[in-house]
């Protein structure tokens, strides 16, 4: 079972990371308020944007998403709260691999349409090498057709997926009136999504089988050490994820936060050389505004 309270956790030792999420929800709230980096309250808002126009897209609200997100943008976002760790984790870590050597997000699919030649015959995959192929087409998911960072449907708890289906849906009526045809069609609408959602396709469920693909501790440790190498954190994050049975978005920030002397403990159960965390290490101390504990005041 995965936990879902790691944010709360986290915040609860970390004084600057508390300050970050509070900040987040308090500008996902009231967006004119002056708070964080440009960058990260500008990832923060736009990861949001594009979470609610997929949601309204859900319910057959595509042509008025633009409507919703100024009257929200304006009055503050209903689900500000609940949105906030989501959003400034994932800001976070697009942050984190958007340096130079970080990892990119996998390729999206060719659309074009174009003639390519049958591709040709190859071994099997491993159940390893399928597995982070599998991975990669998660975590494509959680990137825009321009690459710009997204929350993923299928990434979200159930709950919080209701909530915001609900939410958009009343929005939708304060505009339509006393239209009982269109109150029926939007019910509907929130059940369907509902249905449809599919935690299977998710980035959780995906690291959870990268994990499991491993043999033996000595396969994994290799593993995560190859991941440290190459700057694959999304490697990184799903196994180490999975190993402390956290949600990978979670995980993601407590990596993120975490101080020099906390990351070998955190990541002892995969990794047994701690040699092999000087890579992190590096990459983790260039990132400006990281919100550490030992910051002072956290990201301006």
């Known amino acids: 079972m995965v936990q879902p309270s790691l944010f709360s956790q986290l915040a609860s030792v970390n004084p600057a990371l508390s300050a970050c999420l509070a900040e987040t929800a308090e500008y996902l709230g009231a967006p004119g308020a002056p708070r964080l980096s440009d960058e990260q309250r500008a990832l923060a808002l736009g ?19 633009a409507a919703l997100w100024h009257d929200w943008s304006e009055a503050g976002v209903p689900a500000a709260a609940q949105l906030a760790g989501l959003c400034f984790a994932r800001g976070e870590e697009h942050r984190w691999r958007e340096q130079p050597g970080g990892d990119a997000p996998p390729p999206a699919e060719d659309v074009t349409g ?6 040709v015959a190859a071994a099997p995959l491993s159940d390893a090498a399928r597995a982070y192929l599998d991975l990669q087409i998660a975590d494509r998911r959680r990137f825009d057709a321009l690459g710009h960072p997204c929350i993923a449907i299928d990434d979200l708890e159930p709950e919080l997926l209701r909530t915001l289906l609900l939410d958009v849906a009343a929005w939708r009526l304060l505009r339509a009136g006393t239209d009982g045809a269109e109150a029926a069609r939007l019910g509907e609408a929130v059940r369907a999504a509902l249905a449809a959602h599919a935690p299977d396709r998710g980035i959780d469920r995906a690291a959870a089988a990268y994990h499991a693909a491993f043999a033996d501790a000595d396969a994994l440790a290799g593993a995560a050490g190859d991941a440290i190498v190459r700057h694959d954190w999304t490697a990184l994050i799903a196994l180490v994820a ?4 956290y949600r990978y978005d979670a995980m993601a920030l407590a990596l993120l936060t975490a101080e020099p002397a906390q990351l070998a403990p955190l990541l002892a159960p995969i990794l047994r050389d701690h040699g092999a965390l000087a890579p992190l290490e590096g990459s983790l101390a260039m990132l400006a505004n990281r919100a550490v504990a030992s910051a002072e005041g956290g990201p301006r």
């Open 242 to 245: 999975t190993v402390h049975r």
């Open 114 to 119: 174009a003639d390519v030649a049958p591709p």
């Open 47 to 65: 990861i949001a944007r594009r979470l609610v126009a997929d949601v309204a897209d859900r319910l057959g609200c595509t042509a008025d998403s």
